[in-house]
């Protein structure tokens, strides 16, 4: 059972603007930067633009993370009274971070064929056939 005093305060304005959202917020930025730092660990023996494209793919695996955990806020907003106050506001932030994440794809995507470029460049030189 929910204390009475915990109903009130849930229902009010001040939980979803000053308790909910930002709580949300930072668990998802403690999310990202822990899966980030585990991910950016693989990277550490390369270097040029492969250690670049490793940290892009830790990126772009970190923000999905963030992603997911802001969803599972997104799902507390439906015990708070103003629902939509809440939900459109983390949804905000999904979409933020969303449009980030594909701008990283795309960049990921280059590097994959930069690397299949040097790939058919170095067969070249071996007098293999690409």
């Known amino acids: 059972m929910i204390p009475e005093a915990h ?5 009010s304005e001040e939980y979803v603007q000053e308790i909910l959202f930002p ?9 990202y ?20 494209r490793c940290i892009t793919a830790a990126r772009v695996a970190a923000m999905a993370a963030q992603i997911k955990e802001l969803n599972k806020h997104k799902n507390k907003c439906k015990t708070v009274k103003k ?19 594909h701008k990283l794809a795309i960049k990921l995507v280059g590097y994959k064929y930069k ?16």
């Open 7 to 11: 109903k009130q305060l849930m229902e």
């Open 23 to 31: 709580l949300a917020i930072i668990a998802a930025k403690l999310i």
């Open 33 to 52: 930067s822990r899966y980030f730092s585990k991910e950016a660990k693989r990277c550490a023996g390369k270097s040029g633009w492969f250690r670049s």
């Open 83 to 101: 629902k939509e106050d809440c939900s459109q506001r983390i949804e905000t932030k999904i979409a933020k971070l969303k449009s980030q994440r």
């Open 115 to 130: 690397a299949l470029e040097l790939s058919r460049k170095a067969k070249a030189k071996e007098g293999k056939p690409a």
